[in-house]
């Protein structure tokens, strides 16, 4: 399994709709925090989470955090 890229170094900012997303976990998507389907052959798989009502999220494009799909203010210390 390969190590996550680190797409960015501040969380992004996103309000979403209600449905289900899919958290981009090897950093590789052009579409980020979202997933592309650029993990393919790395070993790592998105993370599935959803959303039962609209509302603004901080989602992580450092890859560190310990709460993914959400920012946990890990890339401060990166």
């Known amino acids: 399994m390969e190590t996550p890229?680190?797409?960015a170094r501040v969380p992004a900012a996103v309000t979403l709709e209600p449905?289900?997303?899919?958290w981009c976990?090897?950093?590789?998507?052009?579409?980020?925090p979202f997933c592309?389907?650029?993990?393919?052959g790395t070993g790592l798989t998105p993370v599935?989470?959803?959303i039962?009502?609209?509302k603004s999220v901080f989602l992580?494009?450092?890859?560190?955090?310990?709460?993914?799909p959400f920012c946990?203010?890990?890339?401060?210390s990166l």
């Open 25 to 32: 976990a090897c950093g590789r998507s052009s579409n980020q």
């Open 36 to 40: 592309d389907g650029s993990h393919k």
């Open 60 to 68: 992580c494009q450092c890859k560190q955090t310990k709460n993914k």
């Open 5 to 7: 890229k680190i797409a």
């Open 72 to 76: 946990d203010g890990s890339h401060k």
């Open 19 to 22: 449905g289900t997303y899919f």
């Open 52 to 54: 039962d009502t609209k």
């Open 48 to 50: 599935s989470f959803t």
